[in-house]
């Protein structure tokens, strides 16, 4: 067998792999929770981000579909409102609530805002990002943007929304989708820095700071144009390196708050929704919005809180 025959043949293996994970997903989603396993009720307030088309919209979806209520925000005010009206006359309980992850401000309204009106919330989906690369696509020209917009603002609403997650004996969740884009040691997308990669591997010396620092340092070699030669990744780069800073961000905040005491818990995990056909990968994914979103949603439902700092696709861990 010659090297052109071995390659065709281990990309058949992933491909039936892969639809086979995806078959065996597609069965779990139909198995109801058990009356043991529903920690939560119609009170439990969900908040997702991005939620008003793709993945964000399915996460709501489904989380609104198990009973729960949802807040579906967006940037887009006319995209929101319309879709939650459309969720709501499937019978869902589901209200739309406009929110800038960019915007502090906004934020702070928004929050004001829950606060108000539920006196807290109870899980907290982080989906809103962006990408500007598609295909083979690798510009850098909007990359303070991207990784304003996926990390830092992620990494906003998470600090925003500790002093108001309702205590209770389950604790609270936080759920950042990321992507395996990001992952420290993916075979073609790694850091090519070794001792940079290695600090960032060091989970007891992992640090927002240093995340912060690595950010910053892509960005003004962006700027000067020398990050092409900088060991950065070279597939979807700003893209890859935001999601990079989200999986860190949660095992910082993994530790962290596991610190917490008892019935103040919170537990933090982020998950890859896959490879999903919507409108960032102009459609040409290989997982439905459906199953995209089932990992988050499950990684919010989940009773056992052995997922706290840990990363997840298809409802398995994965490495960092």
């Known amino acids: 067998m010659d090297a052109t025959e071995k390659r065709t043949n281990k990309k058949e293996r992933a491909k039936e792999r892969r639809e086979k994970r995806h078959q065996e997903i597609s069965r779990l989603r139909t198995v109801p929770y058990s009356d043991h396993d529903r920690w939560w009720s119609a009170d439990t307030i969900a908040v997702v981000t991005g939620a008003n088309r793709g993945i964000g ?26 879709v939650t009206k459309t969720l709501q006359e499937e019978g869902l309980k589901v209200v739309f609530h ?113 995340i912060d620092g690595t950010m910053n340092k892509f960005l003004e070699e962006v700027k000067d144009g020398s990050w092409i030669s900088g060991g950065w990744p070279q597939n979807n780069t700003d893209y890859s390196l935001s999601k990079l800073a989200v999986n860190g961000y949660t095992r910082v905040m993994g530790r962290i708050l596991s610190e917490r005491g008892d019935g103040g818990k919170i537990y933090i995990s982020c998950c890859c929704p896959g490879w999903v056909k919507t409108a960032m990968t102009g459609w040409a994914g290989q997982t439905s919005p459906e199953e995209g979103a089932d990992t988050a949603v499950w990684l919010a439902l989940i009773r056992d809180q052995s997922v706290n700092g840990k990363f997840f696709a298809e409802r398995r861990e994965i490495n960092f």
Do not use: C
């Open 57 to 82: 919209f399915e996460i709501a979806r489904q989380l609104a579909f198990h009973g729960l209520t949802v807040v579906l925000t967006s940037r887009d005010t006319t995209a929101g409102e319309e």
């Open 98 to 210: 406009q929110l800038d992850i960019l915007n502090h401000e906004s934020i702070d309204s928004f929050y004001a805002w829950v606060n108000k009106k539920y006196g807290g919330i109870d899980i907290l989906v982080n989906n809103a990002g962006i990408s500007h690369n598609t295909g083979f696509d690798n510009s850098v020209e909007f990359a303070e943007k991207v990784i304003n917009t996926n990390y830092v603002g992620t990494k906003n609403m998470i600090k925003a929304s500790l002093p108001l997650m309702k205590p209770s004996a389950e604790g609270a969740r936080i759920v950042n989708v990321s992507s395996r884009l990001g992952r420290l040691n993916g075979r073609r997308n790694r850091i090519g820095d070794v001792g940079l990669r290695e600090k960032l591997e060091d989970v007891e010396l992992l640090s927002e700071d240093l």
